[in-house]
């Protein structure tokens, strides 16, 4: 199982995971507005256990996630 310790294999994943997403229809703008939607999530169900530098992580991480996913759907 890929994890966040082998960037490599998660990579891997993720295109995979990006190819399947064409399958179904996702376009790259569709990721904003996921962003929109999860962010929204943790800070309302999350409050002010929402820190700044947990709100930094989940940036980064969907980030490095979509980048990634993206990629996979400009060329499958
Ligand atoms: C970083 C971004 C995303 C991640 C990590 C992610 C992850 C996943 C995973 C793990 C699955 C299940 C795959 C499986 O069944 O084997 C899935 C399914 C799915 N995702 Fe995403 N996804 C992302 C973005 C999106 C976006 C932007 C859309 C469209 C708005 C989307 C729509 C869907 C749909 C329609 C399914 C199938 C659900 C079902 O069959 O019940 N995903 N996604």
Do not use: C, N
Request: aromatic fraction near 8%; glycine fraction near 8%.
């Amino acid at each position: 199982m890929a994890t966040l310790r082998d960037p490599a294999g998660l990579s891997l994943l993720l295109r995979k995971l990006g190819r399947m997403h064409s399958g179904l229809g996702v376009e790259e703008r569709h990721f904003d507005d996921l962003r929109g939607a999860l962010f929204w999530t943790l800070k309302t169900s999350l409050g002010t256990a929402f820190t700044p530098s947990l709100d930094r992580a989940w940036a980064s991480l969907y980030e490095i996630m979509s980048r990634e996913m993206i990629a996979a759907l400009r060329a499958p």
